[in-house]
């Protein structure tokens, strides 16, 4: 018996252990790299069926919702958007209001003219992908310092960018790919005019809220619905009435045959930012700065919006998305801290350097390249005090509180009258801007709760960071309020226009430089900028050994690992995942099955709670077991279910495919237990939570009863 396995294993072995699941690999080079594989676990599409230039492909029904926040896929010939609910927050938050309350209600678009437009908010389809490395490295040499690397790299880059979207409606972007290896081209089409067609509520959209976030087992309706609009000729428009409905590429069928254990799955979508090859002293840094200084200063944020948010409905609407916004990795920077330490990623770093150094000074020639990478990437991290004060800065003061980005959005004007370049369009744009933009500003500001912000993260910068980097304001607080944050902030909100939208509209009418150079707000904020570019400026200082030191440290890895095949680190581009449906053990004697039913969702239920309500029609739905054909073959409806496939901030939203290329699911978190994912792939325990098909699709037929939606999509039975 034992033999057998040992044979087996033996086999596998030789054929090469599958690496599927980890990976983000860029479509363009998966015939080459995996289809393969891809085959052998399932896959019935050819890599051209998946990404082409020449015919429609997959990749032609998978955008970037504003520029890589989220990802989206099309789901009819007339533009049908899916993404998830927490994509569509914003929108759904910002149409609401205490009349029409759509987070609380859900929104359903009974025709077109009902769907509501988005300024602002885009989707890119990708066009074609280019490996530029040649053209962009042509001229630089080993003797270039970083800088002037950087400045070929960055000149070059605008030329072939440039010239890729000549006589064009493109948009383009040459990026580095393997820490500056490598450069590819990205062209785009991007369309503006995005419509909300639909959402659940809360209650359904996020159930489970900040509890159940960043966990399994799950039981959230994660979607929101929009549609792409066009002018009438096809191409990119502002939104306008005369838009019509674009007609994509190509549109993904809906499968709800269901999904088993084992069955492939890929994922396409916009992956934002990982970093698997950092080192032990970036891990450190990320376990002893990022995180700590983010968890402190929104854990004191989200407490003084959370008191205000149970103020009334009208304040629970106004902060939702904004807290929402910051809780989200708020309780990411907890559990990627956690999943460092528990799966000992600091140690499994350092051994991956030592077997590095080991081969870098095996032979002169590698001891001569790449002998000195670890050493930069040790001397960059070896003065971090400006680095510090930058974090704490960038989320006490330049995230933290709203107060100071909005005035800093003046200093635009400002430049412009100081400078008084005789370019009257343009000021009259910028100030016709800022004007529009105050209604959506004031819709959803309390002053007193940024007020009350300001005081406290204010106080736990200086109380954490070293006084040659606080701003000038700070001596102000020192001399007239002796070091009195909350004494301070209240003179400061009351001498100032920029809590006052009238008197805001009466400024932009008549602009005069002497209102804003005597107003408090305007002078702290003109300081805390200053300090900021200024820190900045410092902690920039180590990107020369930090970025020459990752470049050289991942060419060595490639060199040494000459048989594996490296995917990039996510960068917000379009990335394919592949694997299967797979269950997993979170701990010792415990499994977690690979789905979730409604039979969950109703266990949870605790009434009247902001997080765990269950709507009464949902509740009565359920109990009626009408799952019509969306039902499972074992009699119950699936909520969500997990795979392992690779994904990170960023996916959220993006398809789930089966091996015929059909949607079954929408990506939308990952798990607690593999929370240090971002840094280092953990195969046993790492998965990717998504919401089954089939339970959106009841939700849209059953609860909402829109089966104008349910009709426009090919759905396979
Ligand atoms: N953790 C998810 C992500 O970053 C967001 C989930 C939103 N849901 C929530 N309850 N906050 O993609």
């Given at each position: 018996m034992k033999r057998f396995y040992l044979i087996i294993a033996l086999m596998f072995m030789l054929l090469g252990t599958?690496?599927?699941?980890?990976g983000m690999w860029l479509p363009a080079l998966i015939q080459k790299l995996n289809i393969t594989e891809m085959q052998q676990m399932g896959?019935?599409?050819?890599a051209e069926d998946i990404y082409s230039i020449n015919n429609s492909s997959l990749k032609d029904a998978v955008v970037a919702l504003d520029r890589g926040s989220c990802t989206a896929e099309l789901?009819?010939?007339?533009?049908l958007l899916l993404t998830n609910h927490h994509c569509g927050f914003g929108e759904i938050q910002g149409h609401s209001?205490?009349?029409?309350d759509y987070l609380k209600e859900g929104f359903w678009a009974?025709?077109?003219?009902?769907e509501l437009p988005n300024p602002g908010k885009t989707v890119s389809f990708l066009i074609r992908v280019e490996d530029v490395t040649a053209k962009v490295l042509e001229?630089?040499?080993?003797?270039?310092?970083y800088d002037e690397r950087g400045a070929e790299v960055a000149k070059i880059s605008r030329q072939i960018s440039d010239k890729a979207i000549e006589g064009t409606k493109y948009d383009a972007r040459v990026q580095s790919l393997f820490n500056d290896n490598k450069y590819y081209l990205f062209v785009y089409e991007t369309f503006r005019d995005v419509r909300l067609v639909g959402a659940p509520p809360v209650a359904i959209?996020?159930?489970?809220?900040d509890t159940d976030?960043?966990?399994?087992p799950r039981q959230t309706g994660d979607f929101s619905i929009f549609r792409v609009y066009c002018g009438p000729d096809g191409n990119p428009a502002e939104y306008s009435e005369d838009n019509v409905p674009l007609h994509p590429k190509h549109f993904l069928p809906v499968s709800i045959k269901g999904e088993k254990m084992g069955d492939f799955a890929m994922i396409l979508g916009y992956p934002g930012s990982?970093?698997?090859?950092?080192?032990s002293f970036g891990v450190d840094y990320t376990m002893e700065v990022t995180n700590p200084v983010r968890v402190q200063v929104r854990g004191a944020k989200l407490a003084i919006i959370d008191e205000y948010m149970n103020t009334s409905p009208k304040a629970r609407i106004q902060y939702a998305s904004k807290y929402a916004g910051s809780s989200n990795y708020y309780k990411f920077s907890i559990g990627q801290n956690k999943g460092l330490t528990d799966l000992d990623v600091i140690a499994k770093k350092k051994a991956i350097e030592d077997e590095f150094t080991k081969w870098a000074n095996a032979n002169p020639e590698r001891k001569a390249k790449y002998g000195k990478a670890l050493e930069l990437i040790q001397k960059g991290y070896a003065d971090v005090s400006s680095n510090i004060a930058r974090e704490y800065m960038s989320e006490s003061m330049i995230k933290g509180p709203e107060i100071f980005m909005f005035a800093n959005r003046f200093s635009a004007i400002e430049r412009l009258m100081e400078n008084d370049s005789g370019n009257n369009d343009r000021s009259e744009r910028m100030i016709e801007r800022l004007k529009g933009s105050l209604d959506g500003f004031f819709k959803d500001y309390d002053a007193e709760t940024d007020r009350k912000i300001v005081a406290a993260l204010l106080k736990i910068y200086h109380d954490n960071?070293?006084?040659?980097?606080?701003?000038?304001v700070f001596d102000e607080v020192q001399k007239?309020?002796?070091?009195?944050f909350n004494k301070f902030s209240e003179k400061l909100f009351a001498k100032?226009?920029?809590?006052d939208q009238s008197r805001l509209e009466e400024f932009l009418s008549n602009p005069d430089m002497k209102i804003l150079k005597k107003d408090m707000v305007w002078q702290a904020t003109k300081s805390i900028f200053d300090k900021y570019r200024e820190i900045t400026d410092k902690s920039n200082e180590t990107a020369p050994y930090l970025n020459e030191g990752r470049r050289l440290f991942l060419a060595g890895l490639m060199e040494m690992n000459k048989n594996r095949e490296f995917y990039p680190d996510a960068n917000s581009t379009m990335r394919l995942t592949y694997g299967k449906v797979l269950d997993y053990v979170?701990?010792?004697?415990v499994l977690y099955e690979y789905f979730t039913t409604t039979k969950g969702y109703l266990e949870k239920e605790i009434p009247?709670?902001?997080?765990f309500d269950v709507p009464p029609r949902m509740k009565e739905l359920i109990l009626d077991k009408d799952?019509?054909?969306?039902?499972d073959a074992d009699g119950s409806l699936h909520t969500c279910f997990l795979t392992n496939n690779d994904i990170t901030g960023?996916?959220?939203?993006?398809p789930v495919i089966n091996g015929k290329g059909e949607l079954i699911g929408i990506a939308f978190d990952g798990n607690w237990e593999a929370m240090s994912g971002d840094l280092a792939f953990e195969p046993d325990l790492q998965r990717c939570i998504n919401v089954d098909i089939r339970f959106v699709l009841w939700i849209i037929d059953k609860?909402?009863?829109?089966t104008n939606l349910i009709d426009e999509m090919t759905i396979v039975e």
């Open positions: 599958s690496v599927a699941d980890e896959c019935e599409l050819s789901i009819s010939k007339d533009g209001s205490v009349d029409h009974k025709s077109r003219d009902e001229n630089v040499t080993e003797q270039m310092s959209g996020k159930f489970g809220g976030n960043w966990m399994w990982t970093n698997r090859y950092k080192t960071v070293k006084a040659e980097f606080y701003p000038a007239k309020f002796k070091g009195d100032t226009i920029f809590t979170p701990r010792d004697g009247g709670d902001d997080e799952y019509g054909r969306y039902a960023g996916n959220s939203g993006s609860y909402a009863g829109a």
